[in-house]
């Protein structure tokens, strides 16, 4: 598996990437779901149509005469999908699966399953996920890409990254890459790669486990590779409409090779991480992501590895995002002596969006 990922990394470039990723979704979409559900809004307004998905203090409803429309939940008086299958996740972390039946109570959802009837106010529900029937519907991603060329100095500069995420009742996961590159002359002297696939299994309301697999090559840190296994446990300590902020302890086994050495290391690390998740549904939408990963070595005394990056992307039109990225990575023991200790940057690239 290392040393699949390690080819996969070495070969890959910004041009062959976007044209993997670009093929793997250019597939179209068959059987597509009849539009008969409801949305009945509480000026008193019925929309026919078909719901995607609740979240973020947002209805997503999409009809046969326009483009997904984004429907403030305030603004929602009921909602009615007899023939589909949802999740609705409330507040208090409790997970119902069931159709969305009429109501004659404004501001409140029925939901009907095998077991019974539920009546649920507005304000306690957090998200409504349709169940998909078909495996390759959970999933969703983005890809993203940017480019700068200065002719004086014959320099050209390329990002690119992508996510591809699948979700379940208790299961999710997630495979990412993110890449930058700097040519002169045609001669690569400056590259940045990361290729992480994460995999988490949810324990209790707001308690799961992860295991994750990574990747990196850092020219600036003096890597020429990094390939990371491990596990741990993590927390959801904040999960609203317009908020998220996640807490993982974790082990990880890595292998590492500096730039020029002859010699491949072996390490373990403890690590602390924090993700922090922000949305706006204004106009333009407004999504804020933020992380910082903290590596205590294990095995070298006195080695303390960071990471942390920020996140912002601004709506241009439908699915498609301005992002701005600035990120820093520190290592205070880099596996090359004659390298640098530290590694930032500012990102600026556009987004297209699919899926849930």
Do not use: C
């Amino acid at each position: 598996m290392i040393f699949a990922v390690r080819r996969i990394m070495s070969n890959m470039t910004l041009r062959n990437f976007i044209i993997s990723v670009a093929t793997l979704f250019a597939v179209s979409e068959t059987g597509l779901a009849q539009k008969t559900d409801q949305v009945i809004l509480t000026n008193g307004d019925h929309i026919t149509g078909e719901i995607k998905k609740l979240d973020l203090d947002i209805l997503q409803f999409k009809t046969s005469t326009m483009s997904t429309a984004n429907i403030k939940w305030q603004k929602v008086s009921n909602l009615y999908a007899p023939d589909k299958s949802f999740q609705i996740e409330l507040k208090d972390k409790t997970k119902l699966f069931g159709n969305l039946d009429s109501s004659l109570s404004p501001g409140v959802m029925i939901v009907r399953n095998q077991v019974g009837i539920y009546e649920i106010q507005r304000e306690k529900i957090v998200t409504i996920y349709q169940v998909k029937q078909l495996f390759w519907k959970r999933f969703s991603g983005s890809l993203s890409a940017g480019i700068s060329y200065t002719k004086a100095s014959n320099i050209l500069q390329s990002n690119g990254a992508g996510d591809l995420s699948y979700t379940e009742d208790k299961h999710y996961g997630s495979l990412r890459f993110d890449m930058l590159q700097t040519l002169q002359n045609d001669t690569i002297y400056v590259a940045k790669k990361d290729l992480s696939l994460n995999l988490n299994k949810m324990l209790l309301a707001n308690q799961f486990v992860t295991l994750f697999l990574s990747g990196q090559e850092n020219t600036e840190l003096g890597i020429e590779y990094r390939m990371s296994a491990g596990g741990g446990y993590g927390v959801d300590l904040l999960h609203t409409n317009v908020s998220r902020i996640r807490f993982i302890g974790a082990f990880i086994q890595n292998e590492e090779k500096g730039l020029g050495e002859s010699s491949v290391t072996k390490n373990q690390e403890g690590l602390v991480k924090m993700d922090i998740n922000i949305f706006k549904y204004t106009d333009p939408e407004i999504y804020v992501n933020a992380f910082a990963n903290w590596y205590p070595s294990i095995t070298v005394p006195g080695r303390n590895r960071v990471e942390a990056e920020l996140q912002i992307r601004f709506e241009l039109f439908d699915d498609f995002f301005l992002e701005f990225k600035v990120y820093n990575n520190y290592d205070s023991k880099p596996v090359s002596t004659s390298s640098s200790n530290s590694d930032y940057g500012l990102i600026s690239r556009l987004t297209y969006t699919f899926g849930l």
